[in-house]
């Protein structure tokens, strides 16, 4: 039986929409003997890790934390505690994981205003103005880098009439946190989720979140218990504040001591550093794949550094090519989502895996296949 040998698994490259490559420092502090969840101990470290997410959303709101569970549980934490049956909610779309948020929001009985961008462009600050002007909804939420079509979303503009119409700004930000420029207070964002495994360089199965105090006088407003009970803020805030912990659920131990470490090494690095690298590396990335006669999707300027959307030329087997890179190189690549599988290839640059190193392989293995 093949689970009689001790687990091992291939050591791959990884260059898909996550997770990205960890270092070793940050596998290495999984291996830290457990501790109790109360244990006085790991209440220090998960003070810490709160800091810690405080500097890198650059906000001061009291409300952040780690929800335990990936990104779409950061998702849902944000809409089910924010909608409330008979709400209403703006939500963008630009690719599937704005879809996932219109799906949230209709679960929670919100009544949705839908504003729409083609895939591969961002959404147009217009079409969220047309839609305020016959809505008053209580959230606007968007999708900050869009995975599925490689789109960074400019927010400013978006954040300050969702403001001026009075609702409440919430952002996701799986792929674009502590991988380009996010500035939580200063744009305004009231409602905030990240994953870990994508720029941050951690394991999978955590969502860094953060409330504004406008989003947190929401929740104290609310009419209705939400309706999740594992992700009801009111719930699981005790456990992440004050100075007698209430027990929640049992904290993913090991996952937070990696998390931890994986922030430490952010912040050694420092933010702005950070988001210069991606910046660069994806510019290596494409200058080699431009030489090579490749076309990205989405135009120069509204383009991810972290999450390169590159077409499949004609007459190239996607199949083929990612199941080479992977078989032959270990290396792996992402391929198209939703309505451009089959078309695009999605290649990350994401945290540890954001290097020329990375880049270089790449462009190499791509030519031997290719060629
Ligand atoms: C933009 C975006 N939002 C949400 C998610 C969901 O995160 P998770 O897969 O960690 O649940 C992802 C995952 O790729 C994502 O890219």
New binding site residues.
């Given amino acids: 039986m093949a689970y009689s040998n001790q687990l091992k698994t291939s050591k791959r490259i990884l260059m898909g929409?996550?997770p990205s490559d960890a270092h070793h420092r940050v596998l290495n502090a999984m291996a830290t003997p457990l501790i109790g969840h109360l244990d006085p101990e790991f209440v220090v470290i998960m003070d810490e890790i709160k800091q810690m997410v405080k500097e890198t959303f650059i906000t001061e709101n009291e409300l952040t934390f780690v929800v335990s569970?990936?990104?779409?549980?950061?998702?849902e934490t944000c809409l089910v505690n924010l909608l409330e049956p008979g709400d209403e909610a703006v939500i963008c779309q630009h690719?599937?994981?704005g879809g996932?948020m219109k799906d949230i929001a209709e679960r929670c009985g919100a009544k949705v205003t839908h504003v729409e961008a083609p895939w591969g462009e961002p959404i147009n600050p217009d079409d969220v103005r047309k839609a305020l002007e016959t809505v008053k909804p209580k959230i606007v939420a968007i999708?900050?880098?869009?995975?599925?079509t490689g789109v960074l979303q400019p927010l400013e503009e978006i954040s300050q009439m969702t403001h001026d119409a009075g609702a409440l700004f919430v952002v996701?930000?799986?792929?674009s946190y502590c991988g380009t420029t996010l500035k939580v207070d200063e744009w305004g964002i009231d409602a905030i989720?990240s994953?870990?495994?994508?720029c941050l360089s951690a394991p999978?199965?955590l969502?860094p979140v953060s409330f504004s105090d406008r989003a947190v006088e929401a929740l104290l407003n609310r009419k209705t218990k939400v309706q999740s009970w594992f992700l009801d803020l009111s719930l699981v805030r005790n456990y992440w504040a004050g100075a007698k912990r209430a027990y929640h659920h049992t904290a993913p131990i090991s996952a937070m001591y990696a998390l931890r470490e994986a922030y430490r090494i952010v912040l050694e690095e420092g933010l702005e550093n950070r988001w210069q690298r991606h910046q660069r590396n994806h510019e290596l990335l494409k200058t080699g794949l431009e030489a090579m006669g490749f076309e990205f999707l989405v135009d120069q300027q509204y383009r991810l550094p972290m999450?390169n959307a590159v077409v499949i030329p004609h007459g190239v087997d996607d199949a083929n090519v990612r199941s080479r890179l992977l078989n032959d190189y270990n290396i792996e690549i992402g391929g198209g989502l939703g309505k451009f599988a089959g078309k695009l290839w999605r290649i990350g640059l994401m945290g540890e895996s954001s290097t020329p190193n990375h880049v270089h392989i790449l462009l190499s293995a791509l030519k031997e296949i290719i060629n």
């Fill in positions: 929409p996550g569970a990936p990104g779409s549980a950061g998702m690719g599937v994981f996932r999708v900050h880098a869009e995975t599925s996701d930000a799986v792929t989720y994953g870990t495994q994508k999978p199965g969502s999450l």
